[in-house]
C-alpha cells in the first residue's frame, strides 16, 4: 500500500523554523518527483514546492521562493520541506504528495493525512 505520512508541523512564532518531513512506503520512493502543497483555514489548496526524483531539480511558489527549502533523502524514503521566517499567512495544513513520473508535471496521484502548521504570538 502506498503511503505517505508527514510530521513536524505545530505552533511556532512569526519569524521562527520548522522543519516538516514526509514518510514515504509502498513504492519505489526515488522514482518520483514529489511536492509539498498547503491549504490554509477556509481557502483553497496552494501549492508550494516540488522536487524532482533525484533531488536535483527544485521549484518554488513566489510566496514562498527564499524562506522555503525542499530536499529528499531517497536513502531514507523521506521528503523534508525546511521552513524560515515564518509568517502568520504560512498557517495551514501541508500536505506531501507524489507526481506519478520522476519529474514535477501533471497531477498529484498520492497525498499524505496532512500536518498542521499555525505561526502565531
Known amino acids: 500500500e502506498v503511503q505517505l505520512v508527514e510530521s513536524g508541523g505545530g505552533l511556532v512564532q512569526p519569524g521562527g523554523s520548522l522543519r516538516l518531513s514526509c514518510a514515504a512506503s509502498?513504492?519505489?520512493?526515488?522514482?518520483?518527483?514529489m511536492s509539498w502543497v498547503r491549504q490554509a483555514p477556509g481557502k483553497g489548496l496552494e501549492w508550494v514546492s516540488a522536487?524532482?526524483?533525484?533531488?536535483?531539480?527544485?521549484s518554488y511558489a513566489d510566496s514562498v521562493k527564499g524562506r522555503f527549502t525542499i530536499s529528499r533523502d531517497n536513502a531514507k524514503n523521506t521528503l523534508y520541506l525546511q521552513m524560515n521566517s515564518l509568517k502568520p499567512e504560512d498557517t495551514a495544513v501541508y500536505y506531501c504528495?507524489?507526481?506519478?513520473?520522476?519529474?514535477?508535471?501533471?497531477?498529484?496521484?498520492?497525498w499524505g493525512q496532512g500536518t498542521l502548521v499555525t505561526v502565531s504570538s
Open positions: 504528495a507524489k507526481y506519478r513520473s520522476s519529474w514535477y508535471q501533471g497531477y498529484l496521484e498520492v
Open positions: 509502498g513504492f519505489t520512493f526515488s522514482s518520483y518527483a
Open positions: 522536487i524532482n526524483s533525484g533531488g536535483g531539480s527544485t
